[in-house]
């Protein structure tokens, strides 16, 4: 049964970067189209900010497009999104998943605050 753990969030001034980090545990995660999404203080819903397939191939959200970038490593188990030029917009908590989604795969999430 696979388990997600995010981790690598934190404060940030705006213009600055940070890289986070979800490593799945159990089986298929390889075969696997992951994502990242993200769910804002009072957000409804959770967003989808970017996805990567097991072939590499990614695709972004446009507000993250150029700043964000996704990666997976097979071998490690684990997803990355490397997020650079933050803005206070992308202050949230962002979560890793599958695409789509399962719900009983929601982990804790990682908080990103972005603020001067």
């Known amino acids: 049964q696979v388990q997600l753990v995010e981790s690598g969030g934190g404060l940030v001034q705006p213009g600055g970067s940070l890289r986070l980090s979800c490593k799945a545990s159990?089986?298929?995660?390889?075969?696997?189209?992951m994502g990242w999404y993200r769910q804002r203080l009072g957000g409804e819903q959770r967003e989808l900010v970017a996805t990567i397939t097991n072939s590499g191939d990614s695709s972004y959200r446009d507000s993250v497009l150029d700043r964000f970038t996704i990666s997976k490593n097979n071998t490690q188990n684990t997803v990355t999104l490397q997020m650079n030029n933050l803005k206070p917009e992308d202050t949230a908590v962002y979560y890793c998943?599958?695409?789509?989604?399962?719900?009983?795969?929601w982990g804790q999430g990682t908080q990103v605050t972005v603020s001067s």
């Open positions: 159990g089986s298929a995660f390889s075969q696997s189209t």
């Open positions: 998943n599958t695409y789509p989604y399962r719900v009983r795969l």
